[in-house]
């Protein structure tokens, strides 16, 4: 490999962004507050990432101070499986903190990410992500598993249609 294409492959990263099912913060009848966030990838090297399932937020009754969804053990979380050369090592970081915009008034929802892996497709058995720059190795398929959840801080929320985005940098070291 040239030393070009080795620096590439350091320097390369994917961004993702997690598609969410609305949710929403009202009784029915209610106002409701609504959230979505486009999935979309580029593949700027050989690691290829798959949405395999979308990030679901639950209907959320008012009043409520967080919404939580466990990456490890809930089954709204998001799944993205990335491909690679099988046993190689990758570098993993992504963006913790991000803010849902309200699309109609401009108003902010903070939420942060959380994110368990596995080379397994094994959720319950997924390790949590706490560090940025992490390193794991692709499994004997070349593939590594993503569970996407977070925890939205909810008081004080208006209601509306909020979108956002979650970027996950993959790189091979």
Known sequence: MTRFAKMFALCAGLCFLIATAPFS??????????????????????????????LVFPQVGSGRPQLEINPVFDSMAGLLRANGRPGAQIRVSFSEHQELINRDTGAVLPFRYVVSANSDYIQESSELIWQLNREFQLNENGEFFFWIGGVAEMEGTGRGHYTGEFTIEIEYI
């Open 25 to 54: 913060l009202a009784q029915p009848g209610e106002d409701r507050i609504s959230a979505t966030v486009n999935i979309n990838a580029e593949i700027v090297n050989i690691i290829e990432m798959t949405t395999l399932r979308d």
